[in-house]
């Protein structure tokens, strides 16, 4: 029998990607369907997805979701099943998917993702004909309210399904003043400690954490984490006290989009049996972003420039990191100090230093594949997926020792030299002195290249698709509809 899931959430490859999240969203389909799971996604109808949208049916229209009028319109794509919600006042507008073309988060947000959880409670509680659920998923604070409005505010109180909240991010949390509350339509015994209400605000993660049947997150070490103050932010105590509900389950990633294979975006194609055939990709990164040849490794970094990633740190030891020999390319785009601070880099070293400030797919495909290490030094990362395409591509990641990071990378330290079983880099914090001395630690195994190479297919040789964690969700699933 098959068990039909409802996922919320606020992007999805291939319609709206702004991160990690979108890369899941999407895969999860895919995942989920050799486990007898067909997943139908609620995403927002923002104008890059209603343009994808072929022949498609409309299910449900409101004259009033939450004061604006909206629809409902199922349609397919690759092979999957969505269903766009149409809300011009709350998505028809340029700009990004939570932020103003100047970064400045819509004022509206709290509204706009109200109405997506509002319209996701709706479709799983028979409030739409023809629509029925056996569970809801969703994703980040973006669509935590469906959960919480499944509870209090169900459209058919016979017709609930359990539901399942997955944390991408505890960082964002989205909190809105109490005076939204009376505007949410949802009864006065939402407004409750085990409900929404948070440090005298509405908190939409908070009371999707509070709703939901179970819990997930994306690495079994954020599971644990997130019980402490340092990376609970404030929400440890309540995954403390829902300890029973909480699992985490370790992202995949879309193997046959990130294959070095057969990926159309690269210069040349290769396996871990013809690695020296990575040389015209690196070739062709170097010309592609203006940097000289030469012996010593080229750094890549694909991430969001932000303090959670240590790009602040990343600017302190650049001058080091060209020192000893390195070179770095950098793709990303966000605090603008840090965008600045590269920037005088790249003036400092020119040759040696290359940043491209922007978001752009087809290069971090490039560059996974012409670089030779991928620096991550997140202070936290719930998952983190650009070390897993690292290790795809033969790009040997150097990452700090924290949530998914620690679980997808073994260190090459001593032991696992000995045993050839390393992957990558860790280091402890992200401190200046540690990210250099795995600087120094990388340089010195790349200028031994039987070791580097060894490093490169043992990555290459690991598997982080979705086949164990698709089969970890289908099994969440079956446990709560049992
Ligand atoms: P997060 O979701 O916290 O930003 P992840 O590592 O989980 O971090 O996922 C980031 C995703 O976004 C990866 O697929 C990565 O390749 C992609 N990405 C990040 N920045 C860029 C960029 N500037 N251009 C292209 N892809 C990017």
Redesign the pocket.
């Known amino acids: 029998m098959t068990t039909s899931v409802l996922s919320v959430a606020s992007e999805a490859v291939p319609l709206i990607?702004?991160?990690?999240?979108?890369?899941v969203a999407g895969a999860l389909p895919g995942a989920l369907r050799p486990h007898g799971v067909e997943v139908t996604t609620l995403l927002p109808g923002y104008p890059s997805v209603m343009a994808a949208i072929g022949k498609s049916r409309t299910v449900h229209r409101y004259d009033d979701l939450l004061g604006e009028e909206a629809t409902l319109v199922a349609f397919e794509l690759g092979g999957n099943r969505f269903i766009a919600l149409d809300a011009p006042a709350y998505f028809a507008r340029e700009g990004g998917a939570y932020a103003d073309a100047n970064g400045h988060d819509w004022q509206d947000n709290w509204r706009r993702f109200a109405a997506l959880g509002r319209a996701g409670a709706d479709l799983a509680s028979g409030g739409v004909k023809r629509q029925r659920f056996d569970v809801l998923h969703a994703h980040d604070w973006q669509a935590a309210m469906a959960t919480a409005y499944l509870r209090f505010a169900p459209a058919k109180a016979k017709c609930v399904p359990p539901s399942v909240m997955t944390i991408?991010?505890m960082a964002f949390q989205g909190y809105f003043p109490s005076a939204i509350f009376s505007r949410l339509g949802l009864p006065d015994s939402a407004w409750a400690i085990h409900g929404v209400e948070y440090h005298g605000g509405v908190g939409f993660l908070k009371a999707g954490l509070e709703s939901a049947s179970a819990i997930t997150t994306v690495s079994p070490s954020y599971a644990r984490e997130i019980k402490t103050p340092e990376f609970g932010m404030g929400l440890d105590g309540l995954i403390v006290t829902h300890a029973d509900r909480v699992t985490g389950i370790l992202?995949g990633i879309d193997n046959q989009t990130w294959k070095p294979a057969s990926d159309t975006q690269l210069e040349q194609t290769f396996t871990a049996r013809t690695l020296p055939r990575r040389l015209a990709n690196k070739r062709s990164l170097e010309a592609e972003f203006g940097l000289d040849e030469a012996d010593g490794p080229l750094f890549v970094v694909?991430?969001?420039l932000s303090w959670?990633?240590g790009m602040d740190v990343l600017l302190e030891v650049i001058d080091h990191l060209v020192g000893i020999g390195g070179r770095l390319a950098v793709?990303?785009?966000g605090d603008p100090a840090i965008e600045n601070g590269l920037q005088d880099c790249e003036a400092r070293h020119p040759g040696r230093v290359s940043i491209?400030i922007?978001?752009?797919?087809a290069?971090?495909h490039r560059m996974q594949a012409g670089g030779d290490a991928i620096l991550?030094p997140?202070r936290f990362?719930?998952?983190?997926?650009?070390?897993l395409?690292g290790l795809a591509y033969g790009c040997v990641p150097v990452v700090a020792r924290t949530g998914?990071l620690s679980d997808t990378v073994i260190d090459a330290n001593v032991a696992a030299l000995a045993a050839g079983t390393g992957t990558g880099v860790q280091f402890n914090h992200v401190t200046y002195s540690e990210l250099v001395a795995a600087l120094d630690r990388t340089v010195a195994l790349y200028a031994q290249p039987a070791i580097w190479r060894r490093l490169q297919r043992n990555g290459m040789a690991c598997d982080f698709s979705w086949s164990i964690s698709g089969k970890a969700y289908a099994d969440l699933y079956a446990s709560l509809i049992a």
């Open positions: 990607k702004t991160g990690g999240l979108a890369d991408h991010n992202n694909i991430s969001r959670q990633k793709l990303g785009s491209r922007g978001y752009d797919e290069l971090s991550v997140s990362e719930p998952c983190g997926l650009t070390q395409y998914g």
